[in-house]
């Protein structure tokens, strides 16, 4: 599983970052990025897909392996 952001929605609410952290990252403005590329390890997916859900403007995509 990958994810990416779309920096031209998010609006650095940090949801995903709180439940997702070692998938998502904020960088110096509060704006989400990914870690690791995007990709996300196993024991991390049911974090990340929460994070998915958890965006308010709907800025985070899951692309397929």
């Known amino acids: 599983m990958k ?3 779309d920096s031209t929605k998010c609006d650095a609410y ?9 998938v998502f990252e904020l960088d110096d403005f ?4 990914v ?3 995007g990709v996300v390890q196993d024991e991390d997916k049911a974090a990340a897909e929460e994070a998915v859900r958890a965006c308010p403007v709907q800025a985070i995509r899951v692309l397929e392996d």
């Open 3 to 5: 994810v990416q952001v």
């Open 14 to 22: 940090g949801l995903c970052a709180d439940a997702a952290p070692q």
């Open 30 to 33: 509060g704006y989400a990025a």
């Open 35 to 37: 870690r690791n590329g």
